[in-house]
């Protein structure tokens, strides 16, 4: 079975300044994609980033990049320059390939932005 | 494109009672998958419908069923409701064969059971 865990439940960044959301996973399989989610009070889920886990690169989405540890099964969000529109609930997310693609999630961490 | 519709948005129900939630992917999208979202557990996974056939199914219930007609518009049902399953019922489409695993979102059906 995957898990996936977040053991932030809060952060808090200035607004403009930089902020890393945590996460670690555990899988036995070796192909698989990890994702970040945002879920803000509208409550739309929508992904902020994909990384495939065979890529060794870091995958980047203009202010969002990702910290991939691969033998750490570390996936951490680092948000740059942070606007009030980043503050949200932010979801890390496991998902196998192949048939069995469900998305496994952490539990959340929910970012504010102080401007 | 229209994305992922959800209907109804907000549901009150009473205990012992069933209920039935709708989902419209995107176009195109011929998985559908189901989460229940709650403050305490979080996001859990609770089928995945490819095809009109249940592929995939979380740990829950009985009570919790879903079935997915040929346009790929999926409904799930609850039956028996009890004050637990209130919650928020979020809808995920994805295009099978895309490498990404990408999935869409709806915006949810909240369920109050009282």
């Known amino acids: 079975a995957q898990t996936v865990t977040q053991s932030q439940p809060e952060m808090s960044v200035q607004e403009a300044e930089t902020v890393t959301l945590s996460c670690t996973y555990d899988?036995?399989?070796?192909?698989?994609?990890l994702f970040w989610y945002k879920q803000p009070p509208s409550r739309q889920m929508i992904l902020v980033i994909r990384q495939e886990a065979y890529k060794q690169q870091n995958a980047t989405e203009n202010r969002f990049s990702v910290n991939f540890q691969k033998a750490a099964k570390s996936f951490s969000l680092k948000i740059s320059d942070s606007q009030l529109g980043d503050a949200a609930m932010y979801f890390c997310?496991?998902?196998?390939?192949?048939?069995?693609?469900?998305?496994?999630f952490g539990k959340g961490i929910t970012l504010s932005v102080r401007p | 494109k229209a994305g992922v519709t959800q209907t109804p948005r907000y549901l009150i129900k009473t205990r012992g009672q069933q209920v039935t939630l709708s989902c419209s992917p995107i176009?195109?999208?011929?998985?559908v998958s189901w989460y229940q979202q709650t403050p305490g557990q979080g996001l859990q996974f609770l089928f995945e419908?490819?095809?009109?056939?249940?592929?995939n199914k979380g740990n829950f219930p009985g009570r919790f069923s879903g079935r997915q007609f040929s346009n790929s518009r999926s409904e799930m049902n609850v039956s028996t409701l009890e004050l637990g399953d209130s919650a928020l019922y979020l809808c995920a489409s994805s295009l099978i064969g895309q490498s990404s695993y990408e999935q869409y979102f709806g915006p949810g059906t909240r369920l109050t059971v009282t």
């Open positions: 176009s195109g999208h011929r998985s």
């Open positions: 997310a496991l998902a196998l390939t192949g048939a069995n693609s469900k998305l496994t």
């Open positions: 419908y490819f095809s009109e056939t249940q592929r």
């Open positions: 899988t036995s399989e070796s192909d698989y994609y």
